[in-house]
C-alpha cells in the first residue's frame, strides 16, 4: 500500500469515527430530550438482522420506534429520510414486536428526532 493510500484510508477511518461519535451523542441528546417529555426508554441502539433501530419508547400506551437523524440543518435531517431508511426501520420493528409480545395491543408509532447544532431536537411523532 502506498503513502497516499495509508493516508486516504485512515482519513475515510477518521471520518467514520467522527460520524459513529456523532450519530452516538445526538442519540444521547434525543434520548435526554425525550425522557424530559414523559418517554420511558425500552431500548437504545436495537440491532436486527434486518437493521438497526435507534431508540425504542413507550408514553402512554404508546410504542415508538425512532430515527435519530443528526446534520447540521433540519432540511438536511428531512432530507435524510428515505424509503429504504422507512423500511428498514418498519421491519426491525416488526422483530422487535415479535420478541415483546406484551406490546402487541399498544399504540405504535414510527417517529424522528432532528437534532442539530444549538438548536432545541425536533420530535416528529409518525413521520416514519
Not at 49 to 68: Q, S, T
Not at 88 to 100: F, M, P, Q, T
Not at 117 to 128: E, F, Q, T, Y
Request: net charge positive; with cysteine; glycine share 6%.
Amino acid at each position: 500500500m502506498s503513502r497516499g493510500d495509508e493516508q486516504s484510508s485512515r482519513g475515510s477511518s477518521l471520518q467514520r469515527q467522527q460520524r459513529y461519535r456523532r450519530g452516538l451523542s445526538a442519540e444521547v441528546i434525543a434520548a435526554g430530550y425525550l425522557m424530559l417529555r414523559g418517554h420511558l426508554i425500552l431500548a437504545r441502539r436495537y440491532k436486527t438482522p434486518l437493521g438497526e433501530i435507534d431508540l425504542i419508547c413507550l408514553k402512554r400506551g404508546r410504542v415508538a420506534f425512532i430515527e435519530v437523524k443528526s446534520r447540521n440543518t433540519r432540511d438536511a435531517c428531512e432530507a435524510s429520510i428515505t424509503p429504504r431508511l422507512r423500511q428498514r426501520v418498519r421491519r426491525a420493528a416488526d422483530l422487535w414486536l415479535a420478541r415483546h409480545p406484551r406490546y402487541h395491543q399498544h399504540q405504535l408509532g414510527f417517529d424522528v428526532v432532528f437534532v442539530t447544532p444549538w438548536r432545541v431536537p425536533v420530535h416528529i411523532a409518525n413521520a416514519l
